[in-house]
């Protein structure tokens, strides 16, 4: 799930900490709280935030960045409650808003988070943030033109909006319209030459109209940017296959495991390259380890039926192959004929030991 963009109000105050009147107003421990939320120590900073709002209940700036802390633990109901709080007390605050519909949208609360989004926009209508999440909520419920048009007015206000060039692309790309989401894929880039995930996202997209040679330059764009990106490992080794190039796939995918040994599609696409180059030892080793793990991949049954038919052993052949038209009826066209020749292999060789 993309995650929405966040307000993060930090307050640097200078003052002496042993001023009591600061203290009494709760300030000091507003400011404390501050620096621990920059160090990244949120369950401190929210102590801080409690006492200061002990201090001064209508502490406004206390209930927002005790909220901001809440929602970096992941403790979006305390983060709402928080955020709620400073909008009684600031009605008009387009951030608390944006920060409360965070929190919805991470509870999959879409309904709410368009509410608070929407309301953002109504008091800060030059806010792209309140535009781009409010697209990712109509994006999760699938009304993408909703999101096109959120994230358009997300660029309107902010031409250099990486996320929002990214989300629409994708909003292209599963609506088939691949030429589309590469242009603004590329923009993300030309945004951010550095994004591994966006050079990974356009090499998936000239894949699907086949312009293969793209494809691994951008595969091979994403691994220089971000070397332990396995997922640019296992698809530009995918694309290898399918070029008949399979001891590069193998480097790649070996690659792949080495960064993520629990990767199990990885030892699925790794077995068929070993199937292609005839090792079937290591075939077997790593689409049986596969099967064990997802038993509802028709291809790998597929792959290892016609391991086990390479291999003689034409009864678990006809298990996997049949197995692998179960899970995918339409591989009956394919397979329909080799199932028939296991089969008969399978009773010649069950009649020659009578």
Do not use: W
Not at 81 to 101: C, H, M, Q, V, W
Not at 127 to 137: E, K, M, P, S, T
Not at 242 to 250: N, T
Not at 312 to 339: C, H, M, R, W
């Amino acid at each position: 799930m993309k995650q929405a963009n966040l307000y993060v109000f930090i307050v640097v105050i200078v003052f002496s900490l042993f001023d009591s009147a600061f203290a009494q107003k709760g300030i000091f421990f507003l400011e404390v709280g501050n620096r621990k939320v920059l160090d990244c120590k949120y369950e401190e900073a929210i102590m801080n935030f409690d006492k200061a709002i002990e201090l001064n209940p209508q502490f406004t700036e206390a209930y927002f960045n005790r909220g901001c802390a809440y929602l970096e633990l992941g403790y979006h109901g305390y983060a709402i409650g928080d955020f709620t709080k400073a909008i009684e007390l600031d009605p008009a605050d387009a951030s608390a808003y944006i920060n409360r519909g965070n929190a919805y949208f991470e509870m999959f609360d879409f309904k709410n988070a368009i509410t608070d989004f929407t309301r953002a926009i109504d008091f800060q209508p030059d806010d792209a943030d309140a535009y781009y999440n409010r697209g990712l909520c109509f994006e999760s419920q699938k009304l993408y033109n909703a999101a096109l048009s959120d994230y358009k007015n997300a660029l309107t206000i902010d031409p250099d909006y990486s996320a929002a060039y990214t989300s629409i692309s994708e909003i292209y790309a599963r609506t088939n319209k691949y030429e589309l989401a590469i242009t603004n894929i590329t923009r993300t880039i030309l945004l951010n030459p550095s994004d591994a995930d966006a050079y990974l996202l356009r090499a998936n997209y000239y894949k699907e109209i086949k312009k293969y040679s793209s494809t691994l330059q951008d595969f091979s764009e994403s691994i220089k940017h971000d070397p332990e990106n396995v997922f640019a490992y296992i698809g530009r080794a995918s694309l290898y296959n399918e070029q008949g190039l399979f001891a590069k796939a193998i480097e790649d995918l070996d690659l792949a495991i080495s960064l993520n040994p629990d990767l199990q599609i990885a030892y699925c696409e790794r077995g068929y390259s070993y199937f292609q180059l005839k090792q079937y030892e290591k075939s077997f080793a790593d689409l049986n380890y596969y099967i064990d793990l997802n038993s509802k991949n028709p291809v790998a049954f597929k792959y290892r039926g016609l391991l086990n038919y390479n291999t003689g052993n034409f009864k678990e052949a006809i298990d996997d192959l049949k197995k692998a038209v179960y899970l995918s009826p339409t591989l009956s066209f394919e397979l329909g004929e080799k199932i028939m020749q296991a089969n008969e292999k399978f009773q010649l060789a069950a009649a020659s030991k009578k």
